[in-house]
Structure formats: C-alpha cells, structure tokens
Nanobody, 121 residues
C-alpha cells in the first residue's frame, strides 16, 4: 500500500507565493516519476508539472517561469513552489506518484487527496 498526502494549500493574494508538499510513504520499491495536477471548478483536471526519476521536468505553459517542481534527495517528498500567483491558479491541487510498489510489480499511479489553493484579494 502506498500513501500519498499533500499539504500547504491555502488562501493567498494575487502576486503571492505558496509551497505545496507531497509525501509518499508505504511500500515503494522504485519511483518512476511524480507530478502535480490541478482541477478548477467546472474544468477538467490538468497537468501542472511533472518530474521523472532522472530529474527531467515538464510544465504547463501557463505556469512556466512561476512554478517549480522539486524533490528531496530520497524523492519521497515532492514540492511545488508557486510564485506570482494569479486568480486563474485557483484550484484543487493533486499530487501523483508513479511507482512500483514491489519488485516484479508493474508501475502504478497513486494520487493524493488534493489541497485547495485559492488566489484572491
């Protein structure tokens, strides 16, 4: 069993910053990649940023230059630093880990429960 838990959401004014954290724990044999997605009211869930185990990153065009994805040296904790936040960034943010839970088991995706980010004055 793999558990993924986000934290760090909240209310911030436009132009402000927030840092989201995501911790993965439990039975993890190998991490293949991780990422952040978000879902605004009435919209589909969309990719925000992803990182492979090798460190390759990818960002949505709307967050390039403002958001940064990173991990600790174990890759079991992931961060999303969000700067210059805009009202359009308001959404529930979800983290995802793509891992092999045990040797010989194919990779599986594990989602966190989501954390609300609201950008408003």
């Amino acid at each position: 069993q793999v558990l993924v838990v986000e934290s760090g959401g909240g209310l911030v004014q436009p132009g402000g910053s927030l840092r989201l954290s995501c911790a993965a724990s439990g039975s993890i044999f190998e991490i293949y990649g991780m990422g952040w997605y978000r879902q605004a009211p009435g919209k589909q869930r969309e990719l925000v940023a992803t990182m492979t185990a090798g460190g390759y990153t990818k960002y949505a065009d709307s967050v390039v230059g403002r958001f940064t994805i990173s991990t600790d040296n174990t890759m079991n904790t992931m961060y999303l630093q969000m700067n210059s936040l805009e009202p359009e960034d308001t959404a529930v943010y979800y983290c995802i880990y793509s891992v092999a839970p045990r040797r010989g088991v194919h990779r599986e995706d594990y989602w966190g429960q989501g954390t609300q980010v609201t950008v408003s004055s």
